[in-house]
């Protein structure tokens, strides 16, 4: 199965800073990943697909790159309403499986 | 809008069986593959099972593969996970997704979730 790592498992920043989240994956899944973000007590929701492609109506202070093993998830500009936890996702291998990372919890400093 | 609303998460005991539900409404649903995603208390996200459009293939965690079985009936827009042998360790929040993207491999929208609770 493919492994998802993906760091720092937590982080606080300020408003308007910079924040970045990286995923590593175990083996090449060339850009078949997905970004998404998890208030709290909500379900998750869909922000980055295919590494790079910001969903409809998703603000553009989100980004996301990356291929092969590789990928980084950026807030250009942290807002109070980015609180949350945000996973990666792999979707390269099904059968096998579709695979998540453990999640970054972002807060505010 | 798309909707999607889960049921049939209850307490049950370790070794038993439950089904759950989703109803689905605001796309045409036997256009696309769906998904259960579970969530453990406190934990991460978890993938469990992928069911095609027309039910013609199904795929599962290997957490899940032999006790879980996922189905759906397109004429009355909803998913279903069957789950026996039940352990403690399937505690969890079962959200239903939409599969999304050319193969249907990845979530959006969700529900809320379902809660299971897997305890004597």
């Known amino acids: 199965d493919i492994q998802m790592t993906q760091s720092p498992s937590s982080l606080s920043a300020s408003v308007g800073d910079r924040v970045t989240i990286t995923c590593q994956a175990s083996?090449?899944?060339?850009?078949?990943l997905n970004w998404y973000q998890q208030k709290p007590g909500k379900a998750p929701k869909l922000l980055i697909y295919d590494a790079s492609n910001l969903e409809t109506g998703v603000p553009s202070r989100f980004s996301g790159s990356g291929s092969g093993t590789d990928f980084t998830f950026t807030i250009s500009s942290l807002q109070p309403e980015d609180i949350a936890t945000y996973y990666c996702?792999?979707?390269?291998?099904?059968?096998?499986?579709?695979?998540f990372g453990g999640g970054t919890k972002v807060e505010i400093k | 809008e798309v909707q999607l609303v889960e049921s049939g998460g209850v307490v049950v005991q370790p070794g038993g069986s439950l089904r759950l539900s989703c109803a689905a409404s605001g796309f045409t649903f036997d256009d696309y593959a769906m998904h259960w995603v579970r969530q453990a208390p406190g934990k991460g996200l978890e993938w469990v099972s992928l069911?095609?459009?027309?039910?013609?293939?199904?795929y599962y965690a290997d957490s899940v593969k032999g006790r879980f079985t996922i189905s759906r009936d397109n004429s009355k827009n909803s998913l279903y996970l069957q789950m026996n042998s039940l352990r403690a360790e399937d505690t969890a929040l079962y959200y239903c997704?939409?599969?999304?993207?050319?193969?249907?491999?990845?979530?959006?929208?969700w529900g809320q979730g379902t809660l299971v609770t897997v305890s004597s």
């Open positions: 996702q792999q979707y390269d291998n099904l059968p096998a499986g579709l695979t």
């Open positions: 069911i095609s459009w027309d039910g013609g293939s199904t």
């Open positions: 997704a939409k599969g999304a993207g050319a193969e249907g491999n990845w979530f959006d929208p």
């Open positions: 083996q090449d899944i060339s850009n078949y």
